[in-house]
């Protein structure tokens, strides 16, 4: 399975946006389901927002109403758009990308860093006041 590759990071003010690319394998990437997670330094990774092989949408409560994911097939990339960043929004962003079997098979929920074993190498998002 080819790595997913993250792009769009930056550093932007409070209340700024950006837009997270997340370029995946062609060959699956119609039926992969795509998350975005976030970390930052000495806390365990964190769900964001993930769209499943029905392109049902799942967003953690914490970016609800600001940020938005989008898949388009014919790019074969995922899309974070984050509005009204807020300095907690600081972290390190990782793309994951793989099967609905996969992510399923852990009955730990899309959102949850175990559920994936396909990652990024990640994109720093700075939100400053």
């Known amino acids: 399975r080819v790595q997913p590759v993250e792009s769009g990071g930056g550093s932007v003010q409070a209340g700024g946006s950006l837009r997270l690319s997340c370029t995946a394998s062609r060959d699956t990437f119609n039926t992969d389901c795509v998350a975005w997670f976030r970390q930052r330094p000495g806390e365990e990774r964190e769900g964001v927002a993930a769209?499943?092989?029905?392109?049902?949408?799942h967003y953690a409560d914490s970016v609800k109403g600001r940020f938005s994911i989008s898949k388009d097939n014919a790019k074969a990339t995922v899309y974070l758009q984050m509005d009204n960043l807020k300095p907690e929004d600081t972290a390190m962003y990782y793309c994951?990308?793989?099967?609905?079997?996969?992510?399923?098979?852990?009955?730990?929920?899309?959102?949850?860093?175990?559920?994936?074993?396909?990652w990024g190498q990640g994109t720093q998002v700075t939100v400053s006041t």
């Open positions: 994951a990308a793989d099967s609905m079997t996969q992510v399923a098979s852990s009955n730990l929920g899309v959102l949850n860093h175990r559920s994936w074993l396909n």
């Open positions: 769209i499943d092989n029905f392109r049902l949408k």
